[in-house]
């Protein structure tokens, strides 16, 4: 069957292009948004990644504040940095670029953010507004997703969603954002039975495992959609999703691409929510 190819690529332009706008009249009024983005080490991913959120931000107007930090940083002094961030009025978003190294504590660094700021939407309170159904700021991952879901003009509600995967970024959220819009959602994971059961069932099926190429033909329903949220490296090096793109293409309605499906979503996501924060703590 033909598919329905969800280019996130796409999508994050059009996207940028109205936050452009939007930022363009915020700063008529003298208000420019800011996000400051803190590294601490010298992760090779972590880097690539800050490097593209800056560039972002340049995109779209929103003035960008890097924070490198030596990987020996004391928990202390990270801590002191971001209560410095909380307090500072030209920053909206504060974004800690994960994972720390090993000696800091990652959920004592998240809580340490002030929820208004927490663009990531990591910290408790923000997990908590997502469960009941009113995020003040949506994990930009799955919510990123969704954008890209709404964009081709699917019908989530009613389907039924499996989501494999189930960390706190992607795979728990993400089960959320679908079960607010209707759809009738099962969570996989390393001890779910019959996995290729379940997921040969769902009329929507996003996987986030991290395992390159896992998701085969034989895992997906003729005509389900595929979402594809996995970024890994397969032998030659050359970057890969969860999923078998080459066969499941072939049975799915609509299908993500790894490159340039939900990744470039995730950044736009993160532009969207750091201009959100900013017209909360503009709000006269």
Do not use: W
Not at 98 to 123: G, M, Q, T, W, Y
Not at 165 to 183: F, Q, T, Y
Not at 256 to 273: E, S
């Amino acid at each position: 069957m033909s598919y329905k190819l969800l280019d996130g690529k796409d999508l994050a332009a059009r996207m940028k292009k109205a936050m452009s706008k939007e930022v363009e009249k915020l700063a008529s009024q003298g208000i420019v948004p800011g996000l400051a983005v803190v590294i601490v080490g010298n992760d090779p991913a972590s880097r690539i990644y800050v490097n593209n959120k800056r560039k972002d931000c340049e995109e779209v107007g929103i003035k960008s504040f890097e924070y490198s930090l030596p990987e020996e940083t004391r928990e202390e002094e990270l801590l002191g940095l971001i209560d410095a961030l909380n307090q500072d009025p030209s920053i909206d978003g504060i974004l800690v670029q994960l994972p720390l190294p090993k000696h800091l504590d990652e959920a004592k660094v998240i809580r340490r953010i002030s929820p208004e700021k927490d663009v990531d939407a990591f910290h408790p309170f923000n997990v908590g507004e997502l469960m009941i159904g009113r995020p003040v700021f949506a994990p930009c991952t799955p919510a990123g997703v969704m954008e890209l879901i709404k964009d081709a003009n699917i019908d989530v509600a009613g389907k039924n969603c499996v989501v494999v995967g189930r960390s706190n970024i992607v795979g728990k959220p993400m089960a959320m954002l679908m079960l607010h819009d209707n759809a009738t959602v099962t969570i996989c994971h390393s001890r779910t039975k019959d996995l290729k059961a379940v997921c040969s069932n769902a009329d929507i099926l996003i996987a986030a495992i991290g395992k390159a190429n896992y998701i085969t033909a034989d895992y997906v329903k003729e005509g389900a959609v595929v979402i594809d949220v996995g970024i890994n490296r397969n032998a030659e090096g050359k970057v890969t999703g969860d999923v078998d793109f080459p066969e499941v293409c072939k049975k799915a309605s609509a299908i993500t691409p790894v490159p340039g499906g939900v990744g470039p979503m995730t950044r736009a996501m993160l532009l969207k929510n750091t201009i959100k924060a900013c017209n909360m703590h503009n709000r006269k």
